[in-house]
Structure formats: C-alpha cells, structure tokens
C-alpha cells in the first residue's frame, strides 16, 4: 500500500522560510516522479513544483526562484525548500506521485498525502 506523509508545515511570517518533508512508502520510490502541489481556500489545487526520477526540476512561476523541491532516494523522501515566503503561499500542501511520465505532463499521479498546512503572515 502507497503512502505518503507530508511534514514541516506551520505558522510563519512574511519572508521566513519552511522546508517540507514527504516521506513515501510502499512504491519503489527512485523511479517515480513527485511533485508538490497546494491549494489556498476557494482556489483550485495547483502545481507547485516536480522533480523526475534523475532529479530534473520544474517550478511554477509563482515561486520559481524562492522555492527549491530536492529528493534523497535513499531515504525515500522529497523535499520542497521555501524561502522569501509570502502571504499568498498560504494552503495546504500536498505531495503527489506518480509514473516518471507525470513529470513531463505535469498531470498527477495517482497518490497522494494526506496534506499539511502552511500559514504565513504580513
């Protein structure tokens, strides 16, 4: 059974930074591609930032440049380091996987956490 549990969420103000963990099991980690996503309340769940099963990156405009998503296969965890945050980056965030093919799609797979809340204030 897939399973992944996101952590590291929390209460910060404008210009701290978090780091999000996501920790998967049940899958064989290193050939999946993953990606983080979010959604802010009334707003539709978007992309936020994958990463290949090689390590490429890909970042949505929004916070290309302050975020940064890194793996450890190894550990079977995906990271996404957020700097510089702002209040717009309030959500929940997700960590989704799926087959290496999502990667380029940026469509999710088929698994997902359970979501942690990240709040920041001005």
């Known amino acids: 059974q897939v399973q992944l549990v996101e952590s590291g969420g929390g209460l910060v103000q404008a210009g701290e930074s978090l780091r999000l963990s996501c920790a998967a099991s049940?899958?064989?980690?290193?050939?999946?591609?993953i990606g983080w996503y979010r959604q802010a309340p009334g707003k539709q769940r978007e992309l936020v930032a994958r990463?290949?099963?090689?390590?490429?990156?890909k970042y949505a405009d929004s916070v290309a440049g302050r975020f940064t998503i890194s793996r450890d296969n190894a550990k079977n965890t995906v990271y996404l380091q957020m700097n510089s945050l702002k209040p717009e980056d309030t959500a929940v965030y997700y960590c989704?996987?799926?087959?290496?093919?999502?990667?380029?799609?940026?469509?999710?797979?088929?698994?997902w956490g359970q979501g942690t809340q990240v709040t920041v204030s001005s």
């Open positions: 990463i290949s099963r090689a390590g490429n990156t």
């Open positions: 049940g899958m064989s980690f290193s050939i999946n591609a």
């Open positions: 989704n996987a799926g087959p290496p093919l999502t990667y380029i799609t940026g469509r999710p797979g088929d698994y």
